[in-house]
Structures are given as C-alpha cells and as structure tokens.
C-alpha cells in the first residue's frame, strides 16, 4: 500500500498537478554580535558539472528515476536548484554567520571593489530518486581565493547522501509534499554550508597565524576585548558570543 501511495504521488508530481513558488533558501538565524574575520568577501555562480540529464528512469518505475535537481528539480514539487542559486544561498548563510565583515553576491570578477576573497564553486552532484526511501545526493566543490593575487587559500568538497524525511501523512496533499520536500532540502543545504563554512574559517585563522608578520588576511578579532588567537578561532567555530 505505501509503495502505492508513493507511486500515486510522485505520477501526480511529475505531470505537474501541482504549483509551486519556488525554492528559496532559508539560513540559520544570523548571529548577533559573533566575532568576525575583518575580511570582506564576494561569491561567484556556481557551475553546474552534474551529469548532462534532467531525468533517468521512468515514473512507472520510480525505484529507478534518478532526478537532476541543478537542471530539472523535482517536477511539481521543488524548482530546479540552479548554480547561481547555490551560490546566492552560500552567500546568504555566510552572512547570517557574522563570521565575515561583509559578504555579497556577484555575477563576475568585474564586480569586485575591497574584497578580500571571493568565492566559486560547482555542484558535482544533485540527485534525487524517485521514491522518498532511497538515498539522494549532493556533492559541493567550494574554493576561496585571495582577491590580491587571485591565489588559492581554500578549497573544500562537501557530500551529503540522505534519505528525504517525507512524513506519510501528508497523504496525497501535494502542498504538504511540496513544503516538506523544501524543508528537507533545505536542512541538507544548511548542513554542507555549515561544514564548508567552519572548514573556511579554520583554514584562514591558520594561514593568519603561520604568515604572522606578513602580508596576508588579517586575523579574526573581538571589538569588545581583546583575546589570544587560539581563544578568537575556538568561540568562532563553537558559535560562542562575546
């Protein structure tokens, strides 16, 4: 019967009876007065190497659909979760952190003004099957680079394989798949930032440490007191207020 049920929906989902908004991604909620590196960054788009299909598979067969979420979504159900919004989302979260001086979004290099670094990236996988007891997966390549000299000081891959926490009683109620589906992905997405994020960070409070003396990105800092470094990165990477 469940197997019936999940073929019923993801038929109606896949030919559209459904409408939807679309995803927006939704960060953590920002940190009020978190220490901060005095460093302003820039995110560029992401690019898009996943696989080049929308789907695999049949709807008669979902144990054997495989959905592109970069290039096709979920049809009915989530919007196609594109590069640039990856990117957009990892600058949105970056912001919310407080663990940066400032953080925007930028279409090219063109953009920058007084960043210190900026970001790319590309999504290596967004796959999502047919049914919602199978695991799905998301791979992240994430690099920052020091706007000085365009030099690599970062780079990070991040993978999530799931399986979607679709909850049955929604039923046939295709708005509670929908708004599931999208808090379920994401949840995912909070999780791969939060690794990239705490990785980036840990990173640069190194580089600030072993190049001390020279020119390079400046430590993180508390404008309340000051504090060894060692103390500054532990309460960054642990969320610790002042």
Known sequence: MKRLLIMIVVLGLMTGCASSPGFVYKPPAPVVNGLRFPVKVAVLPFKDVTEDFTTRGS???PDGLTLNLVKAGIPGTSSALTPELWAKSFADDLTASGDFQSVKFVYSLSELVDEGLYIGGAVEKAYAIGTWDKPNKIAL????????????VWEKEVTKVWTPNIIMPCGLGIQCVIDQRYKDINRVMQGLFEEARIDLIRTLASSSESRAGEESLPAPSSPASPESLEGTIERILNGKPD
Do not use: G
């Not at 390549?141 to 690599?152: E, G, H, P, T, V």
């Open 59 to 61: 709807i008669f067969a």
């Open 141 to 152: 390549s994430i690099r920052a680079f020091r706007k000085a000299d365009n030099s690599l």
